[in-house]
Each structure stands twice: as C-alpha cells, then as structure tokens.
C-alpha cells in the first residue's frame, strides 16, 4: 500500500468508528456475549508487576470507548500516575472521556488524547508499557506501528496487543460461520437500517480478521521490528490472543 493509500484507509476506518460509536460498546458486549470483558481484564492482568509501579508510563492507544483502560485502571495503586488512554476517532474517545471522568476522585484516572498511533505526539524512550486491544488489527501499516511504538517505549518498556485470531480445526470452522454469517447480521439488527459508509462495519470486522497476520507471522514481524520475548498466548479457544513482546534493554 502506498503512503496515500495508507492515508486514505485510515480515514476509512476513523470515519467507520466514529459513526458506529454510539452503539459500539452495546454491540461488543452483545457479540461477544461478554466475553470481551474476561480478555480485557485477562489482558490487564498480564501486565499487573508495571501497573502495581505508581510511576509507569503507560499508554492505551486505539482505546476507543475506554473498557481496555478502565481494565488496567482496575490494578492501578491509589495517586498512581494517570494512564494516557488515546485514538483518532473523537466520538470514540468522547465516550471513553466520559468514563474516565466518572472514576472516584482519589482513584487513579486516565487522560483521553486524539492522536494516531502511527504518529504520537510523544517523546522517544518515553513509556514504560504500551496496551493495545482490538485496535493494532485496524492499522494503515503493522510495521510502522510496531516501529512507532517502539521509538516511545523505554528500552526494557512492554508492549501488549490484544486481537481477534482465526482458530483452526472444528471450532475455527463453527466460529467462522457465526463470525463472518451470523455477527454481521446481528450487527445490523442492532444498529437500525444505516447507509453509506456506516454499512460497512459488521461487513468490516470479519473481513479485517481475515486479512490480519496469523501468530507465526505477526511474531515475525514483531522480531522483525526489534523487540524481544516476543509471545502470543491464545484466549478462548484461540478466537482472540495477547501478542506481547519487550523494547530490548540493549541495543
Ligand atoms: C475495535 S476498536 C477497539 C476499541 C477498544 N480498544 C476496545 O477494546 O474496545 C478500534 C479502535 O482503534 C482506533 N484506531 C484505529 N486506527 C487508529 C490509529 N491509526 N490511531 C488511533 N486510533 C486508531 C479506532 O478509532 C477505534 O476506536
């Protein structure tokens, strides 16, 4: 994909999500029958030695409505520094806003960012960990994210992608057909008739996931792109999993 290509799929998939944002955390939640919220905080938990560390610098980026974050705030220590929680789509982020300000005063919160993840406006050597939960799939270009992510990592800094995988064998097989036949048109049912560009999402996702590196690859690429200990451990039978991987601490 071209440079102009990349811009123009990403403000696609920006203009998708802030169209689908009032209804997005509805339907997640009924698409996966919940389960959404057992990975998050799985996710969270994996990453519970730098959340415990009041200084980390940790950034949740593509947060889109917050339910990553609001994870990871759950292991957060009291007067803990803020966890930055950003994405490139506003109504997204607005609504993730709007669940960070509801955090008891006391607790530690979470500032919203509009940023894209190809171009932080962050220093270099600069996070202690980076989270990423169904969000790293719907990059313009893998490579420049894992390059983007690794400049503001701290060198020892990690990095956690969470995303949806295709799982083989007979269970791949029956989640395909609720995955690319069923969810869609659950999707549609909930939102109402919708035109133009806000018809593509239910279409969208399964199509995404299938374009998405598998395991193998996607860990090659990660080592690929300078990072160490690079892992993928699946969730639920395989139809989601954690990549996580490390900014070496030596060059
Ligand atoms: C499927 S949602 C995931 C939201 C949230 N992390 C969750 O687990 O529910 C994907 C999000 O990634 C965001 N996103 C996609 N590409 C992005 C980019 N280049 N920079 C920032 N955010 C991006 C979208 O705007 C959207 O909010």
Redesign the pocket.
Known sequence: MGVEDEAAA?AT??QM?NSIAPR?DLL?HVLSANV?RLW?RRTARRFKAVLADPDAAIL?????????TMALLQLRPQGARPILA????HR??SRGAEKFARRQTGKCGAIALE????HLPLRSDSLDLIV????FR???NYES?LREFHRVLKPGGQLGI?DFSEPGGLIGKAYAIYFRRILPAIGRVISGPMTGASEGPYNYLPTSVRKFPAPPALLSLMTAGGYTGCAWQPYTFGIAGLYTAARPLVV
């Open positions: 990403a998939v920006q999500f997005y997640n959404d998050w949740d980026i593509c947060c889109g409505t917050g339910d990553m950003a994405d490139f789509a997204m982020l940023a894209d993840a190809l990423t939960a169904f969000g719907n990059l313009a994210g969470l």
